[in-house]
């Protein structure tokens, strides 16, 4: 089973290269952010929650998204090739549960890091924001958003680096060329 976690920060691409890789490897789309986004539109005490910690920019807590995750593993499809985790782990804390969930299951998986600048995700969130409307796509959430990723997620990139599962993507290309890095390396280990 090939089991890819997607790291970078707001912006980074991540949601976009899932869609490719979705479509070429057939692997499950965990999108932790879309999982909130949809906690918190049905409007129940957990969503309100959770949208009072998002739209300040803020992380939901480890425990949490780790319940979350454990729901979902437990609710597989036997047929399941892969599961490509957007937005998860973002601290070391769930990058450890998760691999003891997925040690519990007899699977493994691979961090992609999503490497993109500064300017560049600023542009694509704000460029966003006048389509999607997410509260979330300002300019000062999108400050603190990336400040977060830099305090508390970017560990997690050194944490999969120590593990050996890690793998650095160059995400200031077009789409295509990006993903045409990531599927080079999906080829290789998923041999």
Not at 56 to 66: A, E, R, S
Not at 116 to 133: A, D, F
Not at 160 to 188: P, R, V
């Amino acid at each position: 089973m090939l089991n890819v976690i997607l790291c970078g920060a707001p912006g980074s691409g991540k949601g976009t290269q899932s869609e490719f890789i979705v479509k070429k490897y057939g692997l499950n789309h965990l999108s932790t952010g879309d999982a909130l986004r949809a906690e918190i539109k049905s409007g129940s005490a957990l969503g309100k929650e959770i949208d009072a910690i998002i739209s300040k920019g803020n992380l939901v807590p480890d425990q949490k998204m780790i319940d979350l995750i454990e729901h979902y593993l437990d609710n597989l499809q036997k047929d399941c090739k892969g599961i490509i985790f957007d937005g998860f782990p973002r601290t070391v804390e769930q990058a450890k549960a998760l691999g003891i969930l997925l040690e519990k299951r007899n699977m493994k998986a691979i961090m992609l890091d999503m490497l993109v600048e500064e300017e560049e995700i600023i542009t694509r969130l704000l460029n966003r924001g006048k389509t999607s409307g997410r509260a979330d796509d300002n300019y000062e959430t999108i400050k603190q958003r990336i400040k977060v990723f830099h305090e508390v997620t970017h560990p997690v990139c050194d944490y999969y680096m120590l593990q050996h599962n890690y793998f650095a993507i160059n995400g200031n290309n077009s789409m295509e060329d990006t993903f045409a890095q990531i599927d080079t390396i999906l080829q290789l280990v998923s041999k």
